[in-house]
């Protein structure tokens, strides 16, 4: 079982940025894909990010040219860096570890003024 420990949400105007974090508790991005998923009030889990074991990346459309995953393999984490947030974004992000199905206990982020 890998433990994923996700950190970084907090409250932050529209406009402004974050960087969610997620780190695992051992070294499997080299065999296996990351996901970013995010859930709002009332919505259904939606996936945000991805990825690849080979560094490709894919992206919402509601997200794309906003947001950028990237992971570090020496410190096992993958990060969300989210630049010119929308109050539409507001959620709990979750990472993923498809491989096993392994989630975070999520991180909240809301964008209000």
């Known amino acids: 079982q890998v433990q994923l420990v996700e950190s970084g949400g907090g409250l932050v105007q529209p406009g402004e940025s974050l960087r969610l974090s997620c780190a695992a508790s051992?070294?499997?991005?080299?065999?296996?894909?990351m996901n970013w998923y995010r859930q709002a009030p009332g919505k259904q889990r939606q996936l945000v990010a991805t990825?690849?074991?080979?560094?490709?990346?894919n992206y919402a459309d509601s997200v794309k040219g906003r947001f950028t995953i990237s992971r570090d393999n020496a410190k096992n984490t993958v990060y969300l860096q989210m630049n010119s947030l929308k109050p539409e974004d507001t959620a709990v992000y979750y990472c993923?570890?498809?491989?096993?199905?392994?989630w975070g206990q999520g991180t909240q982020v809301t964008v209000s003024s």
């Open positions: 051992r070294n499997i991005f080299s065999i296996s894909a």
């Open positions: 993923n570890l498809p491989l096993t199905s392994s």
């Open positions: 990825i690849t074991a080979g560094g490709s990346t």
